[in-house]
């Protein structure tokens, strides 16, 4: 059952990453303040361990299977 655990979670963290778009091309040059309030925000940007916590709460012996299904398709859904 771990295994199953660290499955979703590595599938969590993966679907995540992967709606972390970039930025538009068409967006202008940015200035020196703009940059160092970008790096701020860098700062803040969620990782694996701000989603692990609610993984393990979310996911359950009982719900394992339709949780993979869900993030399958929301995986499918973005490509």
């Given amino acids: 059952m771990t295994s199953k655990c660290i ?4 599938l969590v963290t993966a ?5 972390n778009k970039p930025p538009s091309e068409t967006q202008p040059a940015s200035s020196s303040a703009e940059l160092s309030d ?8 969620p990782v694996k361990e701000d989603f692990e916590e609610q993984a ?3 996911i359950t ?4 299977d339709d949780q ?12």
Avoid: H, R
Avoid at 7 to 10: D, F, N, Q
Avoid at 38 to 45: E, R
Avoid at 68 to 79: F, G, P, T, Y
């Fill in 7 to 10: 499955a979703i979670l590595v």
């Fill in 15 to 19: 679907a995540l990453g992967a709606c």
């Fill in 38 to 45: 970008q790096a701020l925000d860098q700062a803040q940007v």
């Fill in 56 to 58: 393990q709460a979310t």
């Fill in 61 to 64: 012996d009982e719900n394992l």
């Fill in 68 to 79: 993979v299904a869900q993030l399958e398709a929301q995986i499918q859904n973005d490509k």
